[in-house]
């Protein structure tokens, strides 16, 4: 092969070599080839479209090896999966990704090594991968054994918070206990503190159904006074409300104390003691007098509320509404009151029960207008809206339905209802035999704890 270059470099002729003797065919393309000339522009658009293209190959080389060859399934692919085996290079992105699984599976099946010691943070896991020069599996139970650790720790931290927040909840802040204190003996050294509330001009308005009567039963001063003041500051006729407010014995003083020296004025606010109503006596209320002393649902409600319960076996959603379920307050004597209104203001047609948690932000005049159609009770469902938490409830979130009393008279998806604020027709309650059917549960619990079978709450 012999290469001739033209005086002006304006073309370059191949030709065969004359002392090289080959078969026709081999001449006749040696004819062919050496009757072919290359131009010096063609030459040079060859090497300008090459050095263009070369880098493009790089990078797609480059994009290849960094995102693996089995992410590409198109037919324009073809090349970037055939080229590796044509320049003899080996694909190993797919096993490595097989043998990743493999491991995987294998830590996930296994048991973490008793003797693996878990490094406290990621820091230190990166120290000891470097100083020790772990294969990939250690690492990954290692991986397991940590993700494991801080799972069990941020529990135990939810069920401790959970904890803490119901003992808070179900306990006096010695600051509230003091002004308690503070005010009983205020009400034993000043005149003012015990004045007659409401005063005797406005006694029959405690009776009188044109008002809006409004009754909360409390041992909580603090909280009575904004449950009382919030109405009223809500309210477009606040000389229309009438505030009852029921506490026990040993509250009776601070709080009479506490609205005697705090008037709430316009409104008419009554303090009654539950010693102060004849109505409720051991002949009237037997079975809840026995309930709240019986023994085993004092220690039901202010026992160990851990004793007993499989941590592991619940969730931290679960585990607040048992807590929540078994707050004190639901065998105080207060928060049953509610069961005999009718008895304890025989005189009221329409009442508004509210609880002691809660803060009206707007009038509330609109509730009397009404019409509950016969029905004795009139509230809020929570088990229809937007917040999962506390609009979710139904009758299986308050009730053990694998009790055949229980499964045979209720309706496990049945809804519930807020006990924040309700409003009650009495004139239809004393029609109804409630009062009976709830002691009549009452007797079956009070005989459920004594042989040892406690369903009412899951």
Aim: net charge neutral.
């Amino acid at each position: 092969m012999q290469l001739h270059f033209s005086p002006s470099m304006r073309s370059i002729t191949i030709s065969s070599s004359t002392n090289n003797h080959q078969n026709g065919f081999i001449d006749l393309m040696k004819i062919k080839v050496a009757a072919r000339h290359i131009s010096y522009r063609t030459l040079f658009h060859t090497i300008l479209i090459l050095a263009f293209l070369l880098p493009f190959v790089f990078i797609l080389t480059a994009l290849v090896t960094l995102e693996g060859v089995n992410k590409c399934s198109s037919f324009d692919c073809l090349g970037r999966r055939l080229g590796p085996r044509l320049l003899g290079r080996v694909d190993d992105s797919g096993r490595l990704v097989r043998d990743f699984y493999k491991i995987l599976h294998e830590v996930k099946t296994g048991e973490i090594p008793a003797d693996l010691k878990l490094p406290d943070s990621f820091d230190k896991l990166v120290s000891d991968m470097k100083n020790n020069q772990y294969d990939a599996k250690t690492f990954a139970f290692m991986l397991r054994g940590m993700m494991e650790k801080f799972e069990r720790e941020i529990r135990e931290s939810k069920f401790a918070e959970l904890m803490n927040k119901h003992f808070a909840a179900s306990s006096i802040p010695k600051g509230i206990h003091c002004l308690s204190l503070r005010l009983t003996d205020e009400y034993s050294s000043n005149a003012h503190a015990r004045k007659q509330l409401p005063p005797p001009e406005l006694l029959p308005l405690l009776s009188e159904n044109s008002y809006h009567h409004f009754i909360l039963s409390t041992d909580n001063i603090l909280a009575a006074s904004v449950v009382v003041n919030s109405a009223v500051q809500s309210a477009l006729k606040p000389e229309k409300i009438v505030f009852h407010v029921i506490t026990d014995k040993k509250t009776y003083a601070g709080m009479h104390s506490w609205f005697a020296l705090n008037s709430a004025s316009p409104a008419v606010v009554e303090i009654k003691g539950i010693h102060q109503f004849d109505w409720l006596t051991r002949e009237n209320v037997p079975v809840l007098e026995a309930v709240e002393n019986q023994n085993g649902i004092r220690d039901y409600y202010h026992g160990n509320h851990l004793a007993g319960t499989n941590l592991s076996d619940t969730s931290p959603r679960k585990f607040a509404s048992k807590l929540q379920a078994r707050s004190p307050k639901y065998i105080s004597l207060l928060n049953h009151l509610r069961i005999y209104l009718p008895e304890l203001f025989p005189n009221l047609d329409k009442v508004v029960f509210l609880d002691d948690d809660v803060v009206i932000q707007r009038d509330l005049s609109a509730l009397w207008e009404i019409d509950l159609e016969g029905k004795v009770n009139g509230a809020v469902e929570t088990c229809r809206g937007e917040d999962d938490w506390v609009m979710s409830k139904h009758f299986r979130n308050y009730f053990n339905f694998s009790h055949p009393l229980i499964s045979n008279h209720l309706d496990p998806d049945e809804c519930a209802w807020a006990y924040g604020m309700n409003i009650f027709d009495l004139g239809a309650w004393r029609r109804t035999n409630i009062r009976e059917t709830y002691h009549s549960w009452l007797k079956e619990v009070k005989v459920r704890i004594n042989s040892g079978l406690f369903w009412l709450q899951k």
